[in-house]
C-alpha cells in the first residue's frame, strides 16, 4: 500500500482493526481533493444521498453513524450525506433491483460480496472494466462509458487483474498479484470497507477445529456437522487457542503439500 503514497505508512491491515479510519490523513487527502475541485469550478458543500429502508433499525443507526463520521470529520460545510429512508420496496428498487446504471441513481449505498469460490478473482473481478458485475453500482455499464472508466483509471486495474489471473502455476505468487489488485482498489476508494465482523462470545461442546472448513460453500456453514467431535465439558479460551495453533500449524503444512503436489501435477 505504501507504494501509493506516504498516507498508507503505519496503517494497521489487520482483520477487525480501524485500518481505513483515521481522522488526520482523511483531513489531509480531503484538503488535496478540495483544492483541485476549487481549480475545476466545484463549488461546496458537495451532497451525497444515501438511500436507506427506514424500516431496517440496525441499518438507519449505521447510515446516521456514517453520516455523522464523515461530516463531523470534514466538515459539513464541505460533505453533506442526505440518509434518504425510503419503504423497502422503494429501497430494493432503487438500489438492488435496479437492473441497469441509469436506474441507480445515488451516490452511496452499504451492500456487501459474499464469494462463490476460494480464490481472490471472486471478488476483484466485480469492477473489471469489461464485465464486472458491480460495475452497475458505480453508475458504469460493462464494456461501455469508456471515458468515465478511463478517468478513474479502471485500464490499470484491468491490467493488473489480467496479470494476476494469468498467474495459475503458483498459489502464492497468484496471491500475491491479487493483492497488488486489492492494493490499488483499496487505494482507489471506489469501495470503502466500513463495517467488520465482531466476536462473540460462544458456550460449545464441539471441539474446535474438528469439522470441515472453508470461507466459502457449504462446508464453511455453521450447521455442517461431518467431521464435527463432542466433548463432555465447554471448551475453555485456553483450550480453543491452543487447538487454534495446532490447526495454523497443520494447515501451513497441509497447503504446502498440496502446492508441491500440484506443482508435480503440472510438470
Known amino acids: 500500500m505504501v507504494n501509493y503514497g506516504t498516507e498508507w505508512a503505519n496503517v494497521n ?10 481522522a488526520d490523513k482523511a483531513k489531509a487527502e480531503f484538503a488535496k481533493a478540495k483544492e483541485s475541485l476549487q481549480a475545476e469550478g466545484v463549488t461546496f458543500p458537495i451532497h451525497l444521498d444515501m438511500p436507506v429502508d427506514q424500516t431496517a433499525k440496525l441499518d438507519v443507526q449505521q447510515a446516521s453513524s456514517f453520516k455523522q463520521t464523515v461530516e463531523e470529520t470534514l466538515g459539513s460545510d464541505n460533505i453533506v450525506i442526505d440518509v434518504i429512508q425510503l419503504s423497502p420496496d422503494e429501497k430494493d428498487n432503487a438500489t438492488f433491483f435496479a437492473n441497469t446504471a441509469e436506474q441507480k441513481d445515488y ?7 459474499s464469494g462463490d469460490f476460494s480464490d ?14 458491480q460495475l ?41 498479484k491479487f493483492a497488488e489488485v486489492q492494493a490499488w482498489l483499496t487505494d482507489s476508494a471506489l469501495f470503502l470497507p466500513v463495517q467488520s465482523g465482531g466476536a ?68
Request: proline share 5%; no cysteine; glycine share 4%.
Open 13 to 22: 491491515l489487520n482483520d477487525a482493526q480501524p485500518a481505513f479510519l483515521n
Open 107 to 113: 451516490d452511496i449505498d452499504i451492500s456487501g460480496w
Open 120 to 133: 481472490p478473482k471472486t471478488y476483484l473481478d466485480l469492477l473489471d472494466p469489461e464485465s464486472g458485475s
Open 136 to 176: 452497475k453500482n458505480l453508475g458504469l455499464t460493462p464494456g461501455k462509458d469508456n471515458d468515465v472508466k478511463e478517468k478513474i483509471d479502471l485500464s490499470t486495474y484491468k491490467k493488473l487483474l489480467d496479470v494476476a489471473e494469468n498467474e495459475v502455476e503458483n498459489t502464492q505468487a497468484r496471491y500475491e
Open 200 to 267: 462473540n462470545p460462544i458456550f460449545r461442546k464441539t471441539v474446535p477445529f474438528t469439522g470441515a472448513f472453508s470461507f466459502v460453500g457449504h462446508k464453511g456453514d455453521a450447521d455442517n456437522y461431518k467431521y464435527v467431535e463432542l466433548q463432555k465439558e465447554p471448551v475453555t479460551a485456553k483450550q480453543y487457542q491452543e487447538l487454534y495453533e495446532k490447526w495454523q500449524k497443520e494447515k501451513t503444512e497441509s497447503n504446502k503439500k498440496a502446492q508441491e503436489d500440484l506443482a508435480n501435477h503440472i510438470q
